[in-house]
């Protein structure tokens, strides 16, 4: 079925950042503390569908106290990059991808399903308007973060019948500006972060909300992370904080790289999914499985398990170098990051910022 052209209505801003205030930002932009010059927004509302597309300057939301949202957290967003490339031109990395979870996030919570193809418009129009936002230097990139929430006013516990779509941007340094650093991490034997049935598959704002004292607890344990169990038995591996995880297994011609299998209660990580493909293009053997505690804790100790990392939007890929729980601590490989997950780590990056070629479509040219 075809979705109906939303039209959408352009609003710049008459009072945009100064090209040289931008440039200052852009010399050191941090990750998620400056934002651009300009938002997209959408409403849905019952009976009339979407509507009031609008491109407008970033501006504060005005907020009844009584939002649904505010109460019943019907609320998802997602997160994905606009590279610079090297002709000067701008391209997201699988944004249909981005825009497919949404859509199952949104299910999940009983809101709306924006159209893949407005989702990926929204995104483009955007970032077109605000194109001297994308930074061009190393591993800089612009975050762009759609998300959307619950419009209604009222304290009934149901579905909304009105919801605002909001797509913002930000412009982000490297990650890693000093050099790739392992991180530590904490096994969560207390916390969960999704059950059965649960949330875990989609990406809404209460994982994290709940993810949030298992981080505290990592922190005081003097660990950078916190990894996620399984609610059951707590024993098998799930994520890294907000992140997948995977395991090198073995050495040389007989590596195999896996990653614990989506069960329902892990996020289908797009940056999981790119990796799997780059590794079996790379020549590595590649599984989803699933890994309990003290597998990883023997794999490290007789060396069948030789790195582990954790891949996300943000991050791209981290290594993980340390581990601690109630009753084990180790060190993975040499505690430093190993040589295939700095391969795997160059070979997306250099696809996504337009350093090497596009064999399966990933980039979304834009300008």
Same mark, same amino acid.
């Given at each position: 079925?075809?979705?109906?052209?939303?039209?959408?209505?352009?609003?710049?801003?008459?009072?945009?950042?100064?090209? =040289?205030? !931008?440039?200052?930002?852009?010399?050191?932009?941090?990750?998620?503390?400056?934002?651009?010059?300009?938002?997209?927004?959408?409403?849905?509302?019952?009976?009339?569908?979407?509507?009031?597309?609008?491109?407008?300057?970033?501006?504060?939301?005005?907020?009844?106290?009584?939002?649904?949202?505010?109460?019943?957290? %019907?609320?998802?967003?997602?997160? +994905?990059?606009?590279? $610079?490339?090297?002709?000067?031109?701008?391209?997201?990395?699988?944004?249909?991808?981005?825009?497919?979870?949404?859509? !199952?996030?949104?299910? $999940?919570?009983?809101?709306?399903?924006?159209?893949?193809?407005?989702?990926?418009? #929204?995104? /483009?129009?955007?970032?077109?308007?605000?194109?001297?936002?994308?930074?061009?230097?190393?591993?800089?990139?612009?975050?762009?973060?759609?998300?959307?929430? =619950?419009?209604?006013?009222?304290?009934?516990?149901?579905?909304?019948?009105?919801?605002?779509?909001?797509?913002?941007?930000?412009?982000?340094?490297?990650?890693?500006?000093?050099?790739?650093?392992?991180?530590?991490?904490?096994?969560?034997?207390?916390?969960?972060?999704?059950?059965?049935?649960?949330?875990?598959?989609?990406?809404?704002?209460?994982?994290?909300?709940?993810?949030?004292?298992?981080?505290?607890?990592?922190?005081?344990?003097?660990? /950078?992370?916190?990894?996620?169990?399984?609610?059951?038995? $707590?024993?098998?591996?799930?994520?890294?904080?907000?992140?997948?995880?995977?395991?090198?297994?073995?050495?040389? /011609?007989?590596?195999?790289?896996?990653?614990?299998? +989506?069960?329902?209660?892990?996020?289908?990580?797009?940056?999981?999914?790119?990796?799997?493909?780059?590794?079996?293009?790379?020549?590595?053997?590649?599984?989803?499985?699933? +890994?309990?505690?003290?597998?990883?804790?023997?794999?490290?100790?007789?060396?069948?398990?030789?790195?582990?990392?954790?891949?996300?939007?943000?991050?791209?890929?981290?290594?993980?170098?340390?581990?601690?729980?109630?009753? #084990?601590?180790?060190?993975?490989?040499?505690?430093?990051?190993?040589?295939?997950?700095? !391969?795997? !780590?160059?070979? +997306?990056?250099?696809? %996504?910022?337009? /350093?090497?070629?596009?064999?399966?479509?990933?980039?979304?040219?834009?300008?």
């Amino acid at each position: 079925m075809t979705t109906p052209p939303l039209a959408f209505d352009l609003k710049p801003s008459a009072r945009p950042l100064s090209d =040289a205030d !931008r440039a200052a930002v852009l010399a050191d932009p941090g990750f998620g503390r400056h934002f651009t010059d300009h938002m997209v927004t959408i409403r849905w509302t019952e009976g009339r569908g979407w509507h009031d597309a609008q491109l407008q300057p970033y501006a504060p939301l005005q907020m009844d106290p009584a939002n649904m949202t505010l109460h019943y957290a %019907q609320s998802i967003f997602e997160g +994905l990059k606009a590279y $610079r490339q090297p002709d000067g031109g701008v391209a997201t990395f699988r944004p249909e991808e981005n825009a497919r979870r949404f859509q !199952r996030s949104a299910r $999940r919570l009983a809101m709306p399903e924006l159209p893949e193809e407005i989702f990926v418009e #929204a995104i /483009d129009i955007l970032v077109r308007q605000d194109r001297a936002w994308v930074p061009s230097e190393g591993e800089q990139s612009l975050y762009i973060r759609p998300f959307m929430f =619950a419009a209604e006013v009222g304290l009934g516990v149901r579905p909304a019948n009105e919801y605002l779509f909001i797509v913002i941007a930000s412009p982000a340094g490297a990650y890693f500006p000093g050099g790739i650093k392992p991180v530590s991490v904490w096994l969560s034997e207390e916390y969960v972060r999704a059950a059965p049935g649960g949330t875990g598959e989609a990406k809404c704002a209460g994982n994290y909300a709940a993810s949030l004292v298992a981080q505290a607890e990592a922190a005081g344990h003097g660990c /950078d992370q916190v990894v996620w169990l399984d609610a059951v038995e $707590r024993r098998w591996i799930e994520e890294m904080g907000g992140m997948n995880l995977y395991f090198v297994q073995g050495t040389g /011609d007989d590596t195999r790289i896996v990653t614990p299998e +989506l069960t329902g209660t892990l996020l289908p990580g797009i940056t999981r999914l790119s990796l799997l493909q780059i590794a079996e293009d790379l020549g590595y053997a590649t599984g989803e499985v699933r +890994l309990t505690t003290e597998d990883w804790r023997r794999g490290n100790a007789d060396g069948s398990i030789s790195e582990v990392f954790a891949c996300g939007t943000a991050a791209v890929i981290t290594p993980v170098g340390s581990v601690k729980s109630t009753s #084990a601590s180790w060190t993975v490989g040499d505690g430093g990051p190993g040589p295939v997950t700095s !391969r795997l !780590r160059e070979k +997306l990056l250099a696809i %996504q910022t337009g /350093d090497e070629a596009d064999p399966h479509g990933w980039r979304h040219r834009i300008l």
